[in-house]
């Protein structure tokens, strides 16, 4: 089905399964969203690149949700809505607070976690990443849940109608296909990091992305695509939870600045002068933890020990010497943009598919700064209830409508990757790395400029071509790394045109051409097409707003 040595499998060594929801991912917004099918009494099953629970960034951070008490509310949605460029929605702030709020207690039993912590008049629930997910997937798998591991979802699959009824991939272990056919399909991938090697990302290439827009879906905001965070240079090591203590310096000990903007990263802490990304361009950065004191250095140790092993291997005290940095791009994974969401319930716009997660845009609650945690661990946990739910409630309506049988004719959607159109073969990996070369430098995609862009979008566009053309995988391994090149090169694709298409500064958008923000400009850049790429500018829903401040 997706090469000559996969074909060679045959039918007999083809796993395939009949559900109601299928969900496509195995972070917490995934997690959140087959938890919730099943409470609804859903036949649900969840497919996973990696082993659910423990791939992706989640797994490799500690964090901290926007759990907020009623009566600091108002003060937490002006403070996201300013800091996300007055991009966010306030009334959808209001329905991820009230919900994070609910569910959010349910899991925390489960761990045995504490009483919140109060940070900054907000308060936040904070747990380790992989005693959350572990949590969270032993819940998933005691309510019946079916958990495929290790079996990257290819493409999806779609009915006479175009409605999304499923979705085909591989078992890597077993050297097996799969086919699931589902009453609904949420998709909560994760976001995009071109393999960056920030830490725990290199699963996170966008593969949903690219299966949305093959069935019609459309993306939004992948302008805000370019955060990057620091590491020790040398490392991966990319927790940037502490640089709010930092002093970065240039080689000649000069003070460069003083504090971390989480929500844009490397880009600031003053934004628009992109104090450190430009420090960086023009010589070795350094950084030093001298802002905090005795007793939060210890609180640190504790709180992110991983990060502190990498200097302890190093020989270095990063609280009194000075560790150079190095630049790492963490793409939508800690920016902003993914596939549109069309209504309150997370829906693509597409018959019978849903997005959770990072894989789907989070403008209407950041706008054009995100960064990790806080907003963004609640948006998992709203996005995966509201998608599981109506993904769950959906199909319950085919099956009392009759319209669902379960062996309707299916066609699988996938092409670039999967199925070329002939010419020369195309290898992944020297793709791979040349998508890489116009995505990961930040003279290119840290401080934009159409002169760097243009060329670079250009370059993308022959990468396509010839992926289009000729990308296939020789064996079963490499049929997953072919596709998630496609994956890659087709976000790249969508995030230059965004970028292209948003002529102001805004967030952790910074053109170098344009170094203001654009009133006119306040609005959403949706992008699509395969090979062809469109964007367009949709407005704010102005109606939502004016209730939610009224309220």
Request: glycine residues 12%; proline residues 4%.
């Amino acid at each position: 089905m997706y090469s000559k040595s996969i074909d060679k499998l045959g039918k007999t060594h083809k796993l395939a399964l009949d559900t109601d929801v299928l969900v496509v991912g195995g972070g917490p917004a995934a997690l959140w969203a087959a938890m919730t099918a099943r409470e609804q009494g859903a036949r649900v099953a969840l497919v996973d690149k990696g082993f659910a629970g423990t791939s992706g960034v989640a797994a490799a951070a500690t964090a901290g949700h926007w759990w907020v008490e009623p009566q600091l509310r108002a003060q937490a949605i002006e403070a996201c809505f300013a800091g996300g460029g007055q991009l966010g929605q306030r009334s959808w702030m209001a329905r991820v607070l009230e919900l994070t709020w609910q569910r959010w207690p349910r899991l925390a039993a489960d761990i045995g976690h504490p009483n919140p912590s109060v940070h900054r008049g907000q308060g936040y629930r904070t747990v380790e990443g992989p005693v959350y997910l572990r949590a969270l997937r032993r819940r998933v798998a005691h309510s019946g849940v079916r958990i495929l591991d290790h079996a990257p979802a290819l493409e999806l699959l779609v009915d006479s109608d175009g409605a999304v009824a499923g979705a085909a991939g591989l078992r890597r272990q077993q050297c097996r296909t799969w086919e699931i056919e589902a009453g609904a399909v949420v998709i909560a991938t994760g976001g995009c990091a071109w393999r960056s090697a920030s830490l725990g990302s290199n699963v996170n290439t966008g593969d949903g992305h690219l299966m949305g827009a093959e069935v019609g879906a459309h993306l939004s905001g992948l302008e805000f695509s370019n955060y990057y965070g620091v590491v020790p240079a040398g490392t991966t090591m990319d927790k940037n939870g502490l640089y709010p203590w930092a002093t970065f310096s240039s080689l000649d000990d000069d003070v460069i600045a003083t504090g971390w903007d989480p929500l844009v990263g490397a880009i600031g802490p003053d934004v628009f002068g992109a104090s450190l990304i430009r420090a960086g361009q023009r010589g070795p950065l350094f950084a030093i933890l001298d802002r905090a004191t005795e007793a939060q250095r210890a609180a640190m140790r504790a709180a992110m020990p991983n990060y502190f092993m990498v200097f302890d291997r190093l020989g270095i005290d990063p609280f009194r010497e000075r560790f150079e940095l190095g630049f790492v791009l963490e793409g939508t994974v800690r920016g902003t943009g993914g596939l549109a969401v069309m209504d309150e319930y997370c829906w693509t716009g597409v018959a019978g598919l849903w997005v959770a997660g990072d894989a789907a845009s989070r403008e209407r609650i950041v706008g054009a700064a995100s960064g990790a945690g806080a907003a963004n661990a609640a948006w998992t946990i709203s996005s995966g209830t509201w998608a599981g739910a109506a993904a769950a409630e959906h199909a319950a309506g085919l099956r009392r409508e009759g319209d669902r049988r379960p062996r309707r004719r299916l066609r699988p959607a996938g092409r670039t990757g999967l199925r070329p159109h002939g010419g020369s073969p195309a290898l992944w990996r020297e793709l791979s790395l040349a998508t890489q070369e116009e995505l990961l430098p930040t003279a290119k995609n840290g401080l934009r400029h159409e002169r760097s862009m243009a060329p670079a979008a250009a370059q993308l566009e022959r990468l396509w071509q010839a992926a289009a053309a000729g990308l296939r995988g020789r064996d079963a391994r490499e049929v997953v790394w072919a596709r998630e090149t496609a994956a890659m090169i087709a976000t790249g694709r969508w995030a230059y045109a965004s970028a292209r298409a948003r002529t102001e500064t805004r967030g952790m958008h910074v053109r170098d051409d344009f170094p203001q923000p654009d009133p006119e400009q306040r609005d959403r850049v949706e992008s699509g097409g395969l090979d062809s790429i469109w964007t367009r500018r949709v407005a704010l829903d102005a109606t939502a707003e004016a209730v939610a401040v009224a309220r």
